[in-house]
């Protein structure tokens, strides 16, 4: 055990900010928030990994683009897939055969792969780890944040209905109980602009994500509408490839940018056709 803590230590040691995703319910788009945070990350040119802690449904992969891909190992470890310049990504699914095969665990094997994804496999340098949770407050979350007691902190995801608020409480109080930071909220689904008329539609209310930031004293990081593209994206495997000029893109984009700003670095500039013009100055911001 205590080898396998120091292994932890020393590969988180060499991850400069690590984030996890969590939701009070499912259902509310918190994997496809994480991907398109993680894709939004590596553009920047900021080395950037994905871990999936979902256990029982692990679905990046699937959203990447990459779910027949497999991990191999080396010298150094288990090696994370290489999805992308600067992105590389840890889940389940790439450890299984047949995607459809059941993880069928309790709590005690999960905490074992949730070390040896962090300990065993061979991460190195990168700027950020986003840790995409299952919904709740159980297992994963809690063994993430007891495992990596530097964690920069919560990113929470809801949407505006009051069920999901609720349950978005829940997780705020989660954080305070075990005394992470809170990132933000982030409300998702926030609205449907009528492909038609153009006319806005609130499927899902909004504003309930700001209001209970509001309310419970925690950031609102931004909300991203209930975009048909993004959608069809995450579906086929094609986020990567996401126009940064749709409403729900853009969202994720600026969202990112509070996220590295509240964290201590500066935002990227984007020229008109949505590339990069500059670098973010997190990783230079390191050695000061």
């Not at 929470?156 to 349950?167: E, R």
């Not at 893109?249 to 964290?263: F, G, N, T, W, Y």
Request: with cysteine; charged share 25%.
């Amino acid at each position: 055990m205590q080898e396998q803590e120091k292994s932890i230590k020393e590969n988180m040691s060499r991850i400069r900010h690590k984030i996890i995703i969590i939701s009070g319910k499912g259902g509310v788009g918190k994997t496809t928030v994480s991907v398109a945070l993680a894709i939004s990350l590596s553009r920047r040119k900021l080395r950037a990994g994905l871990l999936d802690i979902d256990i029982h449904g692990p679905n990046t992969a699937k959203m990447l683009g990459v779910e027949g891909a497999r991990m191999g190992t080396s010298g150094k470890g288990i090696q994370p897939v290489k999805v992308a310049e600067n992105l590389t990504a840890v889940s389940m699914t790439f450890l299984l055969d047949n995607p459809d095969t059941a993880i069928i665990w309790r709590g005690p094997l999960k905490m074992i792969a949730i070390q040896q994804f962090l300990g065993d496999v061979a991460w190195g340098e990168l700027d950020w780890l986003v840790i995409d949770s299952p919904p709740g407050t159980g297992d994963e979350p809690l063994s993430i944040c007891q495992l990596i007691p530097e964690m920069d902190g919560i990113i929470i995801v809801t949407t505006p209905q009051d069920v999901a608020l609720l349950d978005a409480r829940k997780a705020v109080s989660f954080a305070k109980e075990i005394k992470v930071p809170i990132v933000g909220i982030i409300e998702n689904m926030s609205g449907f602009t009528c492909p038609y008329c153009g006319k806005p539609i609130d499927l899902f209310k909004k504003g309930g994500g700001e209001k209970a930031a509001g309310e419970l004293s925690v950031p609102f990081l931004g909300a991203i509408c209930l975009d048909t593209e993004l959608v069809e994206a995450s579906d086929s495997g094609r986020l990567l490839s996401l126009s940064k000029k749709g409403k729900a893109a853009q969202a994720i984009e600026e969202i990112a940018d509070k996220i590295i700003v509240r964290l201590g670095g500066e935002p990227a500039a984007f020229d008109e056709e949505g590339n990069e013009a500059q670098r973010s100055n997190c990783e230079a911001s390191k050695n000061k």
